[in-house]
């Protein structure tokens, strides 16, 4: 039967093979395909069939084949395009990943020792330091709450979707924020994809609200990447990226303080 990665690769690149032309920039497909690319391949379903896609639009890379598909600079990403329907749109090759030489800044640890020991898995364990550190309110300088984690809903042209959790901000002069953070932990990668969907799902549910969206990945254990992403004429990009690191609170020396008070205000 194979391992999963391999019999998922072989349906995907399946799907695609069967509905590409050449110079096609967007390929459309549905999740009955699935179901037919594994029939025709004769590999044994996975129990869930949204797997496939998610490990492909989250997790792991495109087969090679369709890879090579794209002309240089380009990319293949995998799109909802409505109920039960996807689509293989070719976009511009871009990344979020950590920057290697941006400056830690320590924070003190206020994770109940108690959650730690008994957090499920990564993205939750993120989740879980993201609240009980206020890192949300350091990052984006906003006084903030979390609404709802694992918010699935349906946004018109793209289907159902999930944004990890949404916070509500409330800044000095009382204007109010909706904040969709993207989290990710391992070897689970930050996609384009997400961030826009987090934008429209914003847009869609909470139109009369400024819209922030926050990205996060765990480095190390204690050490967490954020990013607050935009969309610009070029494409979903990086405005703003900082790195915090927990520590115990003997481990933030004074010298330590001294520097960030030397630090140039955003």
């Known amino acids: 039967m194979g391992s999963p990665k391999n019999r998922y690769s072989q ?15 967007e390929i459309l497909f549905e999740r009955s395909d699935i ?5 025709k391949l004769r590999i044994k379903l996975p129990k869930n069939l ?35 329907r996807y689509k293989f749109v070719l976009a511009t090759k871009s990344a979020i990943v950590p920057s290697k030489i941006l ?12 959650i730690s020991k008994y957090k499920l898995n990564d993205e939750q364990a993120l989740l879980a330091k993201l609240r009980y550190n206020r890192l949300i309110d350091i990052f984006t300088g906003l006084t903030c709450y979390s609404l709802q984690n694992h ?12 944004t990890d959790e949404i916070y509500i901000g409330i800044d ?18 930050i996609g384009i994809v997400q961030i826009e969907q987090d934008l429209a799902v914003c847009g869609t549910k909470f139109p009369g609200l400024i819209c922030r969206s926050i990205a996060a990945q765990f480095m190390e254990e204690d050490l967490i990447a954020l990013f607050e992403c935009e969309k610009t004429e070029e494409g979903i990009r990086v405005s703003v990226e900082k790195h915090y690191g927990l520590v115990e609170p003997e481990n933030l020396t004074a010298e330590e303080l001294e520097s960030y008070r030397r630090r140039p205000s955003d």
């Open 172 to 189: 000095k002069r009382g204007a109010h924020y909706v904040i969709p953070i993207q989290a990710k932990g391992g070897t689970d990668k």
């Open 50 to 84: 949204g797997d496939v896609l998610y490990s492909f639009r989250y997790r792991a890379p495109l087969p090679d084949a369709i890879v090579a598909k794209a002309p240089e600079g380009f990319e293949w990403i995998i799109h909802p395009a409505g109920r039960a």
């Open 103 to 114: 400056a830690e800044t320590k924070i003190p640890d206020a994770t109940p020792g108690v």
């Open 35 to 39: 179901i037919s690319s594994a029939r």
């Open 151 to 162: 918010l699935r809903t349906t946004v018109p042209s793209m289907g159902q979707v999930e």
């Open 11 to 25: 349906i995907i690149e399946g799907i695609f093979s069967k509905y590409f032309r050449k110079g096609a920039k």
